[in-house]
């Protein structure tokens, strides 16, 4: 297999490196198919299908109105978004205006009563003195350097 010289799967280095892990390449041929008729094909095959949908929905279709019953069917997207509002949406929704004061919110709103609780017991803690702070970090410092001492 012929690696191009300006990468790094070129380099001796990264050979070496790799050789260990990895095993050796080898490229198989069967048939004639090669890397360029490969590339070549795929170039084909996507210029052909650019082709095909500019003829089929570029600007110079005319776009007139769906006449049938399947094709405005199709058009609105098979009413897919009015049976889902009316099998899964409205009904949610009655179900919450009916259940505003449910049982499973007191838990929940027990836990921000007591983070209210704590906010203001902090709150009363921050005094706005600077070497407070700090004096409160540094005993902490020294209490967790303590343990660690002492736990040994």
Do not use: N
């Not at 776009?63 to 899964?88: H, I, N, S, T």
């Not at 921000?112 to 410092?141: D, K």
Request: overall charge positive; proline content about 7%.
């Amino acid at each position: 297999m012929l690696i191009p010289r300006h990468t790094l799967a070129a380099s001796p280095h990264f050979q070496t490196f790799s050789a260990a892990p990895l095993p050796p390449l080898e490229e198989v041929h069967i048939g004639p198919i090669t890397e360029t008729i490969t590339a070549l094909c795929a170039s084909a095959a996507f210029g052909l299908g650019l082709a095909l949908a500019y003829l089929l929905y570029g600007p110079q279709r005319s776009r007139v109105p769906a006449q049938g019953f399947l094709p405005k069917l199709w058009l609105a997207g098979w009413d897919f978004d009015w049976a889902y509002d009316r099998l899964f949406v409205r009904p949610f929704q009655w179900l919450v205006r009916k259940s505003k004061s449910d049982v499973v919110d007191v838990p929940i709103r027990g836990l921000g009563q007591v983070t209210v609780l704590g906010y203001r017991t902090l709150r009363r803690a921050q005094t706005g003195h600077v070497r407070w702070y700090a004096m409160g970090i540094a005993m902490g410092t020294v209490a967790i350097l303590a343990i660690a001492f002492f736990a040994r």
